[in-house]
């Protein structure tokens, strides 16, 4: 569905992002883990058309998406659910779900029932529909994050941390629903720190570490590898060798 | 004349010229919450709109009606053309250098202007007689009436806009998070354009209004351009009702401080209230205690 060859980004003259080559078939549910700065968000903004990105290429359903505006690129189907800014805080619930399907421009009826698949699945943001976006806890703001990408109709839903600075309550509903849109034939690509969750959820799990794939396989082979603790603490242990 | 009667005479008129500051003002807020820049050529737009509306109107002898809308039209052009044109095509992004870019276009702007129109302050005919109105007393222009009611209108209108169309919506989105806007599918960029070119015809709008009460000529754009500035810095940089609101205090303080100090004060009223907002709450009346991110 997803295959990214060789892909190399740059904030100035600092790569951030080396030779990266990953693909994500339809239906499943991938995982991208790594320390912080090891540039899985960046990776995230490059399929998103967000940042740039030098050589390689980036295809999705056969089409390269190099060069496309992000526009462009949440009509083909991608959609990002980023880490900061995740929602239009001054809007309402209602206004962030319409803006949702904002390439899609359903008729009234159709946004109706649209909305009402969201509601069904979050009821708690019901109970909000308008009330601005800014005053929503945490939790309930990764749900109309999530509700709003739904609006969009993706084939891939890119998560970025989505447990970030969550209860542990509230982190095991977020997963048991990044599972069940994935039952429902959703692709999802998942970047978390929150490695053990994501191994478990998730069908195969790429190790990013200082902007390379080091690993990749699937959760079990990665959960009992010895190298994916020293990729994700790669900054310590480094720490000590250069000591 | 009574005190009272004086001071309310006074308040009306500031009120007259605040609409026309209110109208640039929110010229200002648009361009910033699409762009994060300060649009230095928004008082250009309004030297435009007197100059486009004698022209179709004085010189061309149209009627009324199509000179106002072509005006109108003509202005938004221009807005569009500032940001298809070189605020696109800036090879940097920095907001610094885009500011640069709306001073150069303010100065090329009055520059042309000079040349096409002269060096002579010009005037339009009121919009309809000049017969005053009397009300409680006081008395009231014709044109006054027209500037409260384009203003009444246009606020209303846009404020339908921004919060009933799906358009409307994703410009304040933009204003709200243009990153989150881009991943949602939202043309940045057309919503940018838009707010130029919607500028562009709020300026035009005002300076249509208020040139049969102040006369124009091709250097009357900075001077208009601060007023709408500190109107809005007065009502909370980029937002809607405090530019409105920013606007109406202004004029009424203008004219207050000309009515009962000395009109020659007149100008430096709006840059003492600048001045005092910027040192006291730099956020402005309906301002949120933050200035946005850039
Ligand atoms: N705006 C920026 N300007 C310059 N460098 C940046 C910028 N944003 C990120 N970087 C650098 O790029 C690298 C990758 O950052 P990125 O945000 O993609 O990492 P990440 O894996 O998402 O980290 P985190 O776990 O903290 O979210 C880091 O070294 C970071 O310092
Ligand atoms: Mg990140």
Redesign the interface.
């Given at each position: 569905m997803l295959k990214l060859k060789n892909i190399d980004a740059f904030f100035g003259k600092t790569q951030v992002l080396r030779h990266v080559t990953l693909h994500v078939e339809a239906g499943e549910i991938v995982s991208l883990i790594g320390a912080n700065g090891s540039g899985k968000t960046t990776l995230l903004n490059v399929i998103?058309?967000?940042h740039p990105s030098r050589n390689g290429s980036r295809v999705f359903l056969n089409v390269e998406t190099r060069g496309m505006?992000?526009?462009k690129i949440?009509?083909l189907g991608i959609?990002?659910?980023?880490e900061a800014?995740?929602?239009?805080?001054?809007?309402t619930l209602l206004?962030n779900l319409?803006?949702?399907a904002?390439?899609r421009?359903p008729d009234r009826v159709k946004l109706a029932e649209e909305m009402e698949k969201v509601f069904q699945l979050f009821p708690i943001l019901r109970e909000r529909k308008d009330q601005p976006a800014g005053t929503l806890s945490g939790g309930e703001r990764q749900m109309l994050a999530l509700g709003?990408a739904l609006m969009?109709q993706p084939k891939l839903l890119m998560l970025d941390e989505p447990s970030l600075g969550l209860a542990p309550t509230v982190v095991s509903e977020i997963f048991h629903i990044v599972r069940s849109l994935n039952d429902r034939g959703i692709t999802i690509l998942l970047v978390e720190q929150n490695a053990k969750e994501a191994l478990r959820i998730s069908h195969r799990t790429y190790v990013l570490d200082t902007g390379r794939i080091v690993l990749s396989g699937s959760g079990q082979e990665l959960l009992n590898n010895d190298e994916v603790k020293r990729a994700f603490l790669g900054k310590d242990y480094r720490g000590k060798w250069e000591r | 004349m009574t005190f009272g009667l004086q001071l309310f005479q006074f308040i009306l008129s500031g009120l007259t010229t605040g609409s026309t500051y209110a109208l640039i003002a929110i010229g200002f807020s648009l361009i910033h919450n699409a762009t994060g820049i300060v649009n230095f050529a928004q008082g250009e737009f309004v030297m435009l709109g007197g100059m486009f509306m004698i022209t179709f109107h004085s010189l061309l002898k149209l009627p009324m009606l199509p000179s106002f809308f072509l005006t109108v039209l003509s202005v938004a052009a221009i807005g569009l053309l500032l940001e298809f044109g070189p605020i696109r095509r800036a090879k940097s992004k920095e907001i610094l250098i885009l500011v640069m870019i709306t001073i150069g276009a303010s100065i090329s702007i009055k520059g042309l202007s000079m040349i096409l129109f002269g060096k002579n302050p010009m005037t339009l005919p009121p919009f309809s007689g000049e017969t005053p109105l009397i009300l409680f007393g006081a008395a009231i222009m014709p044109q006054s009436i027209w500037i409260f009611g384009i203003t009444v209108s246009i606020v209303l209108a846009l404020n339908y806009f921004l919060k009933k169309t799906?358009t409307g919506?994703?410009m304040?989105?933009v204003?709200?998070?243009r990153?989150?806007?881009?991943?949602?599918?939202?043309?940045?960029?057309r919503m940018i354009l838009l707010s130029f070119t919607f500028s562009g015809a709020l300026g035009a709008v005002a300076g249509m209004i208020i040139t049969p009460i102040t006369t124009t000529s091709y250097d009357v754009g900075a001077i208009l351009g601060l007023k709408g500035f500190s109107a809005a810095i007065l009502g909370g940089y980029g937002s809607m009702p405090g530019a409105v609101i920013g606007g109406l205090l202004l004029g009424v303080f203008e004219s207050l401080g000309a009515g009962l100090i000395s009109s020659e004060y007149k100008d430096a009223v709006a840059f003492l209230i600048l001045l005092t907002i910027l040192f006291l709450k730099p956020s402005g009346i309906m301002g949120k205690g933050r200035l946005r991110r850039v």
């Amino acid at each position: 569905m997803l295959k990214l060859k060789n892909i190399d980004a740059f904030f100035g003259k600092t790569q951030v992002l080396r030779h990266v080559t990953l693909h994500v078939e339809a239906g499943e549910i991938v995982s991208l883990i790594g320390a912080n700065g090891s540039g899985k968000t960046t990776l995230l903004n490059v399929i998103s058309g967000l940042h740039p990105s030098r050589n390689g290429s980036r295809v999705f359903l056969n089409v390269e998406t190099r060069g496309m505006k992000p526009e462009k690129i949440v009509a083909l189907g991608i959609l990002q659910v980023p880490e900061a800014e995740k929602v239009f805080n001054p809007l309402t619930l209602l206004e962030n779900l319409e803006l949702g399907a904002y390439l899609r421009r359903p008729d009234r009826v159709k946004l109706a029932e649209e909305m009402e698949k969201v509601f069904q699945l979050f009821p708690i943001l019901r109970e909000r529909k308008d009330q601005p976006a800014g005053t929503l806890s945490g939790g309930e703001r990764q749900m109309l994050a999530l509700g709003k990408a739904l609006m969009g109709q993706p084939k891939l839903l890119m998560l970025d941390e989505p447990s970030l600075g969550l209860a542990p309550t509230v982190v095991s509903e977020i997963f048991h629903i990044v599972r069940s849109l994935n039952d429902r034939g959703i692709t999802i690509l998942l970047v978390e720190q929150n490695a053990k969750e994501a191994l478990r959820i998730s069908h195969r799990t790429y190790v990013l570490d200082t902007g390379r794939i080091v690993l990749s396989g699937s959760g079990q082979e990665l959960l009992n590898n010895d190298e994916v603790k020293r990729a994700f603490l790669g900054k310590d242990y480094r720490g000590k060798w250069e000591r | 004349m009574t005190f009272g009667l004086q001071l309310f005479q006074f308040i009306l008129s500031g009120l007259t010229t605040g609409s026309t500051y209110a109208l640039i003002a929110i010229g200002f807020s648009l361009i910033h919450n699409a762009t994060g820049i300060v649009n230095f050529a928004q008082g250009e737009f309004v030297m435009l709109g007197g100059m486009f509306m004698i022209t179709f109107h004085s010189l061309l002898k149209l009627p009324m009606l199509p000179s106002f809308f072509l005006t109108v039209l003509s202005v938004a052009a221009i807005g569009l053309l500032l940001e298809f044109g070189p605020i696109r095509r800036a090879k940097s992004k920095e907001i610094l250098i885009l500011v640069m870019i709306t001073i150069g276009a303010s100065i090329s702007i009055k520059g042309l202007s000079m040349i096409l129109f002269g060096k002579n302050p010009m005037t339009l005919p009121p919009f309809s007689g000049e017969t005053p109105l009397i009300l409680f007393g006081a008395a009231i222009m014709p044109q006054s009436i027209w500037i409260f009611g384009i203003t009444v209108s246009i606020v209303l209108a846009l404020n339908y806009f921004l919060k009933k169309t799906t358009t409307g919506k994703a410009m304040r989105a933009v204003a709200a998070s243009r990153r989150s806007a881009m991943l949602t599918g939202i043309p940045v960029d057309r919503m940018i354009l838009l707010s130029f070119t919607f500028s562009g015809a709020l300026g035009a709008v005002a300076g249509m209004i208020i040139t049969p009460i102040t006369t124009t000529s091709y250097d009357v754009g900075a001077i208009l351009g601060l007023k709408g500035f500190s109107a809005a810095i007065l009502g909370g940089y980029g937002s809607m009702p405090g530019a409105v609101i920013g606007g109406l205090l202004l004029g009424v303080f203008e004219s207050l401080g000309a009515g009962l100090i000395s009109s020659e004060y007149k100008d430096a009223v709006a840059f003492l209230i600048l001045l005092t907002i910027l040192f006291l709450k730099p956020s402005g009346i309906m301002g949120k205690g933050r200035l946005r991110r850039v």
